[in-house]
């Protein structure tokens, strides 16, 4: 006779399968989505030769690692099983040092050296790369002014030099004795170009601040730092601009163990079961004074993930209208108009730049090794270019597109450059069309 365990166990195990069948196929339960990005596999089609080749097994097997029911709910249970018992991350971008400190390995890889010597083999050949940036800097500088444009280079502090006694012991025993961007902050009070050095600043009050400066679960400044560094930067940019801008007004502390998105970001990414023990800390209310009937500022930003908290809080309230260039590459705007995923699909990015009354680049260490993300050319290029040659240049840099107009041409009798041309023009009405829509829609 059979043991009852063994029929219990086949129910339970027929039910289970059953279960995660419905809700694969209909997701009747709701479930929190994994943070972080990957492609899913996409669902494959059967035919004869990708079966016998063994193609379609090895995409169905994809597919369903990516789809089976309460995918989410077993792989956070994986993770908290893993780092509850062993301590271990199951995210190669997060590691833990002391205190249950997290950090971005890009950070740990930057202040190690790693960055350092896989993009530019030594020490000496980093410096001349600075100081050839730096003179790009100062062009940059004098072609913003001729158009009446101040600029303002903010230097982001990261968590690892403000913070290395925490780090992992492996890399804490491995931190190099230069710092790119210790380096570049000398050769810009050198060159007297107008700038914030928040990384010193870090550095000198964190034993003396009354909450961390950086969350211990994020990578970014925390968020009780923010009405401080807002308040900075407008200090520093009436200073070297004609403009009153206002204050910061602190209103509430307002301590809290639910972290901001940015100062839980890592944790998030972690993809736990259950939340990590954190201690409280302030998640600050903040105004600004004085800015009705202000004579307000244009803003552009070209900037890195620093910024996001400012372009959040008041401190944006500031400016007439601001515009961030996300790594000199995406596009967010108070305007809606002008928001794109890629810089080069914004074709009034001309008028963007030359409206702006005051150009700000805020960048972190890691960062400065794709200094401005190409920005100082792309400024030049802009005051030069109309947004006809822009879309041109746009057209000829996508061989698809090229190719196309190239085909185009011989169908209807043109050269290439004459379709060049009308596509171009056709590109830029359809544009239009769609940021004056854009416009008009309620933000």
Not at 123 to 146: F, G, P
Not at 149 to 168: C, D, G, I, Q, R
Not at 233 to 239: V, Y
Not at 247 to 254: F, R, T
Request: glycine share 4%.
């Amino acid at each position: 006779m059979k043991r009852p365990i063994c029929t219990i166990l086949c129910i339970l195990t027929l039910l289970g399968f059953s279960t995660m069948f419905v809700q694969e196929q209909w997701k009747p339960f709701k479930m929190k989505p994994l943070n972080g990005f990957t492609a899913e596999a996409q669902k494959p089609s059967l035919t004869l030769a990708n079966f016998a080749s063994g193609d379609f097994q090895n995409k169905a097997e994809d597919y369903i690692g990516d789809h089976f029911g309460f995918r989410e709910f077993f792989i956070r249970l994986y993770n908290q099983f893993s780092y509850s018992c062993f301590r271990q991350i199951n995210n190669d971008n997060i590691k833990e040092g002391r205190n249950h400190e997290l950090y971005l390995k890009m950070y740990l890889d930057e202040i190690t050296g790693k960055t350092l010597y896989s993009k530019y083999g030594n020490v000496e050949e980093a410096k001349a790369i600075a100081q050839q940036n730096v003179e790009e800097t100062l062009r940059l500088i004098d072609t913003l002014h001729s158009h009446g444009t101040k600029f303002l280079f903010v230097f982001a502090p990261s968590k690892t030099w403000v913070y290395p006694e925490n780090m992992p012991k492996a890399y804490r025993d491995h931190i190099i004795d230069f710092s790119l961007e210790d380096y570049y902050i000398q050769l810009f009070k050198e060159k007297h170009i107008p700038h914030i050095d928040f990384l010193s600043y870090f550095k000198s009050a964190k034993d003396t601040a009354t909450y961390p400066l950086y969350p211990r679960t994020g990578t970014h400044w925390a968020e009780s730092t923010i009405p401080f560094v807002a308040d900075s930067i407008m200090k520093k940019l009436e200073s070297i601009t004609a403009y009153d801008l206002p204050s910061v007004k602190y209103i509430d502390e307002n301590l809290t163990t639910d972290y901001s998105v940015q100062d839980g970001e890592l944790e998030a990414s972690m993809n736990l079961l259950f939340p990590l023990k954190k201690p409280a800390i302030p998640k600050p209310v903040f105004a600004l004074t004085d800015t009705i009937g202000a004579d307000k500022p244009n803003l552009l930003v070209i900037g890195d993930s620093y910024f996001t908290q400012l372009r959040i809080s008041p401190f944006v309230n500031a400016f007439n209208h601001w515009d961030v260039w996300v790594y000199n590459r995406d596009v967010n705007s108070s305007r809606n108009a002008y928001n794109w995923k890629e810089l080069k699909q914004v074709y009034e990015a001309p008028k963007i730049l030359k409206e702006a009354n005051i150009v700000m680049a805020i960048f972190t260490a890691p960062m400065l090794y794709n200094y401005m993300f190409g920005f100082t050319q792309t400024a030049q290029e802009l005051y030069q270019k109309t947004p006809l040659q822009i879309t041109i240049d746009e057209i000829k840099a996508n061989p698809q597109w090229m190719q196309a107009v190239e085909k185009q041409a011989a169908e209807r009798g043109l050269t290439v450059e004459e379709n060049l041309q009308r596509n171009a023009r056709y590109t830029l009405e359809t544009r239009l069309k769609k940021q004056q829509t854009n416009t008009e829609q309620p933000k």
